[in-house]
């Protein structure tokens, strides 16, 4: 949700290229922008460049996954041309200070926790791309068995290409690119994170495990939302506040 403050936006194409470029952070649990689960608190668009607050439902989130997004939504801005300047500060958190000074060095996530560093970054976000990956596949197995009175035992043979268009299928797709699997017309949808399939005696196993981490993700997020509407308990607590400056060259 994007609330645009008074100041007039002198810049709106590049305005529309920030809220689109911070739109493809994700938190890495729950699997949903940043932009609409409320965790950009404000972005400043001037002249210089752009900056961005973030915020999180607890002052003890994870620090792991706020250094994470917070690295992300950097790497997001600096690929918008014209940007400028980029800064990213997370507020409220009790590792607010030694995050903020990190990206500002540009320490990365070892160099900003040093020994507390007790994960490597690119391993926790392979994890939690392979949890995506499962609920969404879950998701489209389960609607095409409501859909077509299919038994569960012959999923195992469904391909992509028998999966409807839209938006359960995009999210599919998206979620085995980033793990690595084919997303070619052929390609089976029933299968482990590594793009083993799923014999058909394993199937239902498989898609009740699937089930499970679905509806943790989905939990997980409905959770987060109301924590930060009661911390930020104002008018638009899940609402970005813009203002913008810039003015044109």
């Known amino acids: 949700m994007i609330a645009v403050a008074a100041s007039p936006a002198q810049s709106p194409e590049l305005e529309a290229d920030i809220t689109a470029a911070l739109a493809t952070v994700v938190d890495p649990e729950l699997d949903q922008p940043i932009t609409e689960l409320g965790f950009v608190r404000s972005v400043l668009i001037d002249d210089d460049g752009v900056t961005v607050h973030l915020r999180l439902p607890t002052s003890f989130c994870a620090p792991n996954f706020a250094y994470l997004m917070a690295s992300d939504a950097g790497d997001a801005l ?40 007790d994960q ?10 392979r949890k995506a990956h499962t609920a969404a596949m879950e998701r489209c197995v389960m609607a095409l068995l409501r859909s077509t009175g299919k038994t ?17 299928k995009d999210a599919l797709l998206r979620r085995r690119t980033d793990i690595g699997l084919g997303i070619r017309p052929e390609d089976l949808v029933l299968v482990d994170d590594d793009g083993v399939p799923v014999p058909p005696d394993a199937a239902p196993m498989r898609l009740r495990f699937a089930k499970a981490v679905r509806i943790s993700v989905e939990g997980n997020a409905h959770f987060c939302r109301g924590l930060l509407t009661t911390r930020y308990d104002d008018d638009e607590p899940l609402a970005t506040r813009i203002t913008n400056t810039r003015r044109t060259r």
């Open 78 to 117: 600096r690929r918008v041309p014209g940007v400028g300047t980029v800064t990213v500060l997370l507020d409220d958190h009790h590792d607010s200070d030694k995050i903020n000074a990190g990206l500002a060095a540009n320490a990365g996530y070892v160099g900003t926790f040093g020994n507390e560093a």
């Open 120 to 129: 490597d970054l690119d391993e926790l976000r392979r994890t939690f791309q």
């Open 152 to 168: 569960i035992e012959q999923m195992p043979g469904l391909t992509l290409w028998h999966l409807p268009g839209g938006p359960q």
